[in-house]
Every structure is written in C-alpha cells, then in structure tokens.
Antibody, heavy 120, light 109 residues
Framework: EVQLVESGGGLVQPGGSLRLSCAAS????????MNWVRQAPGKGLEWVSY????????YYADSVKGRFTISRDNAKNSLYLQMNSLRAEDTAVYYC?????????????WGQGTLVTVSS | SSELTQDPAVSVALGQTVRITCQGD??????ASWYQQKPGQAPVLVIY???NRPSGIPDRFSGSSSGNTASLTITGAQAEDEADYYC????????????FGGGTKLTVL
C-alpha cells in the first residue's frame, strides 16, 4: 500500500524557517517524481515544487522561488521542503504528492498533509 | 505559467447527471487530471488521461476533453459525491504539473 506521511509543520513567526518531511513507503520511491502542493485555509490547491526521481531536475512556483528548497533522499525514502523567510501567505496545509510520469502526467497519491501556520 | 478556470459552484439533483468543466490553454496539449476533495481530507484522484479511473473510483465518474476544455461528468450523482473538485494539468512549458483550477464546489440536492 502506497503511503506518504508528512511531518514538520507547526507555528512559526514571519521570517522564520521550517523543514517539512515526507516519508514514503509501499513503492519504489527512487523511481518516482514528487511534488509539494499546498492549500491555504478555505482556498484551493496550489502547486509549490517538483523534483525528478533522481533529484537532478527541480522546479518551483514563482511564489516560493528563492525561499523554498525541495530535496529528496532516495536511500531514506524521504522528500523534504526547506522553507525560509516564511510569510503569512505561506500559511497552508502542505501535501506531499507522488507523480505518475507520462506525456500529461498526473498525481496519483497524496499524503494527509501537514499544517504550517505563519503568525506572530 | 498558465491558468485553469473552473466554475466556483455547481449543484445537481440526486441521481441526475452533472458536468464540471475546466478551461485553459494547456489543455490543448495535455490531458487534465481530476481530484475530489472532501472537507478535512486530502485530494483523491478520480480521473486521469483521456478517460481513466483509478481502482476504486465508481464508473459514474468519467472524463472528456475538447479543445481547451476538459470535463468531469458524474452520471447519477450520489450524496457522497458532494465535494470540491479540482482539475490539474502541466503548465505551458510542459515541465511540471504546476497548474490547478480554482476548484468547483459540487452540491448534491
């Protein structure tokens, strides 16, 4: 059974940092591209970042570029999101999401999410 | 980047058919995928590719696409289908799945 379990969320002051983790199990993690997607309270889904299976290709949404860093450790079956210079507008539930590659591609599994609250 | 546009809210009578649409330039090149999200839960994939359902998704869910519009159709809507529905596609560069629609709140009457 595919499982994605996020951790590391919490309350942080504006300008602070937080590191999210996603522990993957039930599949060959090193073979899959991964994403972080967030959802602000009462709002829609917003893609945050993508990392290829090897970690060699990375993309970010403009809203987080220069502040967030995605990474992975295939030996530990783990995905990470380092978030720096956090702002109130980064408050959201952050989901780890597995991508199925292909011409169109799609996300087939999501974690349960971890809540990040940026507030003083 | 690119955008996907969805109607904010749609309603359907119990047992009737409803279509939820998603418009965007990227849909001329890529299929949309569709996600169902119920309150307090993570999104769940319901349709991907041309018209594919993951295991466990009822066959009342179907997808289609024409031009710049993708559609999710629920034939014989059930009370448990009341949820938010989001479309997703690659962005205009094709590099990543960076575009989500704003979501459609489906109410089953």
């Amino acid at each position: 059974e595919v499982q994605l379990v996020e951790s590391g969320g919490g309350l942080v002051q504006p300008g602070g940092s937080l590191r999210l983790s996603c522990a993957a199990s039930g599949f060959t993690f090193s073979s899959y591209e991964m994403n972080w997607v967030r959802q602000a309270p009462g709002k829609g889904l917003e893609w945050v970042s993508y990392i290829s299976s090897s970690g060699s290709t990375i993309y970010y949404a403009d809203s987080v570029k220069g502040r967030f860093t995605i990474s992975r450790d295939n030996a530990k079956n783990s995905l990470y999101l380092q978030m720096n210079s956090l702002r109130a507008e980064d408050t959201a539930v952050y989901y780890c999401a597995r991508e199925q590659r292909g011409y169109s591609g799609y996300i087939d599994y999501w974690g349960q999410g971890t809540l990040v609250t940026v507030s003083s | 980047s690119s955008e996907l546009t969805q109607d904010p809210a749609v309603s359907v009578a119990l047992g009737q058919t409803v279509r939820i649409t998603c418009q965007g330039d990227s849909l001329r090149s890529y299929y949309a995928s569709w996600y169902q999200q119920k309150p307090g839960q993570a999104p769940v994939l319901v349709i991907y590719g041309k018209n594919n359902r993951p295991s466990g998704i009822p066959d009342r869910f179907s997808g289609s696409s024409s031009g710049n519009t993708a559609s999710l159709t629920i034939t014989g809507a059930q009370a448990e289908d009341e949820a938010d529905y989001y479309c997703n596609s690659r962005d205009s560069s094709g590099n990543h799945l960076g575009v989500f629609g704003g979501g459609t709140k489906l109410t089953v009457l």
